[in-house]
């Protein structure tokens, strides 16, 4: 069974109390969906399979540029947070490619990963790490991501 953390609480397929409550996963969906929320915009690629995943990595192989992979949940909330900034990111740094994986979605790439926290964010040159980020620290996200992207453009 795979079990996601979301700060200071652990989530599974199985029942999970918030805030006092019982909710089952797709409760949490139901809820979420319905605050017009998006993970995607801007400049954001939506990964729903193991081969857009490789055709976005060798593209980036290809064309020069770093990869900042985005490993999220739809009912993570700090993933909901964080996800704006991103989005506003990928339009100030065309020079980067950013991709967003739902756990869920593509559990494979989440178990290859090895993906234990929800939102992290993968920094990948020719599909290798360079640098990682677990949790929605918005202001350190921002500050990798701006170093990444001003170092392209010199």
């Not at 729903?48 to 976005?56: I, L, R, Y």
């Amino acid at each position: 069974m795979m079990l996601w953390f979301c700060p200071n609480r652990k989530f599974s397929s199985l029942p999970i109390f918030l805030m006092g409550l019982c909710l089952s996963k797709n409760e949490i969906e139901v809820e979420e969906s319905n605050n017009g929320f998006e993970f995607v915009g801007g400049n954001v690629n939506l990964i729903t399979a193991k081969e857009s995943w490789e055709e976005k990595l060798s593209q980036a192989s290809r064309e020069g540029k770093i990869v900042i992979a985005n490993f999220s949940a739809s009912w993570c909330r700090p993933c909901r947070t964080v996800a704006p900034l991103y989005s506003e990111l990928s339009e100030k740094y065309p020079s980067l490619i950013f991709l967003t994986i739902d756990v869920d979605e593509v559990s494979e790439l989440s178990t290859s990963w090895d993906i234990k926290a929800t939102p992290t964010f993968f920094f990948l040159r020719d599909g290798q790490e360079i640098d990682k980020l677990v949790g929605a620290n918005k202001a350190e996200l921002e500050k990798k991501i701006t170093i990444l992207g001003d170092s392209l453009c010199q």
